[in-house]
């Protein structure tokens, strides 16, 4: 058998062939590394895709919903600005519209406030109802919606649920003068007038150390005085 010829095209081609170093190589990483790499590659291409989508997909949500809430907000001014029986068609587009929006929560609220100046006070209740439920006790409309609810239960003559709500919104940071008072107010209607008196002195007792209004405190008085001789 002939020794095969250095000229033989197939080994040539053999020798010629130099594997590339590749990119790892180049950049002078660790072998340990580029080890590592090499053998994960497939696992590091589909993890580093799935990384692009949700990057990609986190930004277009983020732009999405920032579009979502200056459209609902657009829209909540204009229907502000309507009146009339349009007025509430153009609030409630706008909760229909943008649903879980600021401007769905507000909307929700105003066709209370709407539904109070209308009498109809049990829808009043709903909407503010409706609202409370869905944000936390530290949203500063908490407390703005407890007295509404507490003033539409009052004002439908509910008087046993508006006593404890009064009685919850007391308690709430910058409420407590619309707490003490309307429970007291609502106890009174009731004919509970001990109960009543109690609220007030009580409300009275929580002016120590604080600066009052005069003019409050004297009605406070007089209403202690009046249902002492009541007694």
């Known amino acids: 058998m002939s020794e ?4 033989d095209p197939s080994q040539i081609a053999e020798n010629a062939y130099i594997e590339p170093s590749g990119v790892l190589d180049q950049l002078n990483l660790p072998p340990g590394f580029v080890k590592f790499v090499r053998k994960n590659k497939r696992i590091l291409q ?56 600021p401007a769905a929560l507000w909307a929700n609220v105003e ?3 709407m539904a109070m100046k209308e009498g109809v006070y049990k829808k009043a209740l709903e909407h503010y109802t409706k609202v409370q ?16 609810i507490a003033q539409a239960e009052e004002a439908d003559k509910n008087y046993a649920d508006a006593s404890m709500t009064y009685s919850a919104l007391k308690d709430i940071d910058g409420y407590k003068d619309e707490g003490f008072l309307g ?27 604080e ?21």
């Open 46 to 101: 589909i993890t580093g895709s799935l990384i692009v989508v949700v990057v990609v997909t986190g930004s277009l949500y983020k732009s999405y919903h920032t579009k979502r809430i200056e459209d609902s907000t657009s829209s909540l001014s204009i229907s502000m600005d309507a009146t009339g029986e349009s007025k509430g068609k153009a609030l409630q587009q706008v909760i229909d519209d943008y649903p879980g929006t």
């Open 133 to 148: 439920g869905e944000i936390s006790k530290s949203n500063p409309m908490y407390g703005l919606l407890t007295f509404g």
């Open 183 to 209: 429970m007291a107010r609502v106890l009174e209607a009731q004919g509970q007038n001990q109960k009543a008196l109690a609220a007030y002195e009580e409300y009275l007792g929580s002016f120590l150390g």
């Open 111 to 113: 066709l209370g406030h």
């Open 4 to 7: 095969q010829s250095a000229f």
């Open 211 to 231: 600066k009052r209004n005069e003019r409050l405190t004297r009605m406070i008085q007089e209403k202690i005085t009046r249902l002492r001789v009541q007694k």
